[in-house]
T-cell receptor, first 113, second 110 residues
Framework: NAGVMQNPRHLVRRRGQEARLRCSPMKGHSHVYWYRQLPEEGLKFMVYLQKENIIDESGMPKERFSAEFPKEGPSILRIQQVVRGDSAAYFCASSQGTGNEQFFGPGTRLTVL | EDQVTQSPEALRLQEGESSSLNCSYT??????LFWYRQDPGKGPEFLFTLYSAGEEKEKERLKATLTKKESFLHITAPKPEDSATYLC???????????FGTGTRLQVTL
């Protein structure tokens, strides 16, 4: 049973470029969550999606950040015009339903030069 | 707003020296409290879910308990491989997200 998969594991971008982070949930899971972890800080919720729908984006910055979970393919977190403050570890989690355990992927570590 | 506070921030134990980690929470309508383990450079690994006060769950050397205001993760006779950061998170009300504490960094030495 494959767990949650994320790619790339490491991503380096220069200021102003775009970053695309991908997440494939566990088999049988239709709920996807994105979290950000800054050094020495806890995990912070960004967005919750189900297939083709954004359910809760209350933790996502209004500008430059967007997320999608298409009918086919992985969930994608997109960061446009990256700035140094976007450097962090981005984790994706999936669950069978709201309130169920969330299982996390290995994360994508984004470094903005 | 949901709040989760974990203590201590860091804990150093000798192998075999039992101890407890604390997670205090303030939420409106707890739906579940979750414990995760995170190793450096990796994603959080699910350990336990607790739903109601008085509930307990065990796994190997770990035991999690829950009251109306806090949860404890008891580690009995720890081994060096138990070294990690332990995260507590809550799921409350109608929210879909987990609210995490900042974790306890546990180091177990020989």
């Amino acid at each position: 049973n494959a767990g949650v998969m994320q790619n790339p594991r490491h991503l380096v971008r220069r200021r102003g470029q775009e970053a695309r982070l991908r997440c494939s949930p566990m088999k049988g899971h239709s709920h996807v969550y994105w979290y950000r972890q800054l050094p020495e800080e806890g995990l912070k919720f960004m967005v919750y999606l189900q297939k083709e729908n954004i359910i809760d984006e209350s933790g996502m910055p209004k500008e430059r950040f967007s997320a999608e979970f298409p009918k086919e393919g992985p969930s994608i977190l997109r960061i446009q015009q990256v700035v140094r403050g976007d450097s962090a570890a981005y984790f994706c989690a999936s669950s069978q339903g709201t309130g169920n355990e969330q299982f996390f992927g290995p994360g994508t570590r984004l470094t903005v030069l | 707003e949901d709040q989760v506070t974990q203590s201590p921030e860091a804990l150093r134990l000798q192998e075999g020296e039992s101890s407890s980690l604390n997670c205090s929470y303030t939420v409106s309508g707890l739906r579940g409290l979750f414990w995760y383990r995170q190793d450096p450079g990796k994603g959080p690994e699910f350990l336990f879910t607790l739903y109601s006060a008085g509930e307990e769950k065990e796994k190997e050397r770990l035991k999690a308990t829950l009251t109306k205001k806090e949860s404890f993760l008891h580690i009995t006779a720890p081994k060096p491989e138990d070294s990690a950061t332990y995260l507590c998170a809550v799921h409350s009300g109608t929210a879909s997200k987990l609210t995490f504490g900042t974790g306890t960094r546990l180091q177990v030495t020989l």
